[in-house]
């Protein structure tokens, strides 16, 4: 089975700490992308991944950033949190396709981020 | 501006057959739509993909009409454990998830 695995479950920061989220995949995917998702809103795309180093951005890529230096892991980085970053983040891998809607995502089960 | 729109929630009963309808602009002809399902305190799980007419797996089916402004989930014979939220997804030039229809299954 492809395991998505997220760093921590829930995460409280205050407001100006720089936030690290930490996603890893264990099927060799290509792609990996950074979801979050609030009340009423579903999920919106924050970045996406479709290798090693490279990076696109997605609806809503402002206060955020992301590293991806090993296939497998894709981290996003709150440079400095805001209480309108306190929301539920999704990370997801897919196989390679030439189009990032196309194939599979495979969720992992979220990281639950409170910025006071 | 892609926009994708849902129905906030729908109910059903045990058997029932449910439809869950997405609204979406701008779709291109050749892009897919796909629909995950949300359970509580888990990340979505993938349960359908198709770009035309009607696609089917074991689980459900997809219907698409031919001005692909909109799909249909269609789940057969659900039951208590098809309670959840279903996401549609599409694709303009970013990937937009609509905002979820929350289904409750009841007895």
């Known amino acids: 089975d492809v395991k998505v695995t997220q760093s921590s479950r829930y995460l409280v920061k205050r407001t100006g700490e720089k936030v690290f989220l930490e996603c890893v995949q264990d099927m060799d995917h290509e792609n990996m992308f950074w979801y979050r998702q609030d009340p009423g809103l579903g999920l919106r795309l924050i970045y996406f991944s479709y290798d090693v180093k490279m990076k696109e951005k997605g609806d809503i890529p402002e206060g955020y950033s992301v590293s991806r230096e090993k296939k497998e892991r894709f981290s996003l980085i709150l440079e400095s949190a805001s209480t309108n970053q306190t929301s539920m983040y999704l990370c997801a891998s897919s196989p390679f396709t030439r189009s990032p809607e196309l194939g599979e995502q495979f969720f992992g089960p979220g990281t639950r981020l409170t910025v006071l | 501006l892609a926009k994708t729109t849902q129905p906030i929630s729908m109910d059903s009963y045990e058997g029932q057959e449910v439809n869950i309808t997405c609204s979406h602009n701008n779709i291109a002809t050749n892009d897919y739509i796909t629909w995950y399902q949300q359970f509580p305190s888990q990340g979505p799980r993938f349960i359908i993909q198709g770009y035309k007419t009607k696609v089917t797996n074991e689980v459900a089916s997809l219907f698409i009409p031919a001005d692909r402004k909109s799909s249909t989930l269609s789940l057969p014979r659900v039951s208590l454990s098809d309670t959840a939220v279903y996401y549609c997804?599409?694709?303009?030039?970013?990937?937009?998830f609509g905002t979820g229809t929350r289904l409750q299954v009841f007895p």
């Open positions: 997804l599409g694709y303009t030039d970013k990937l937009i």
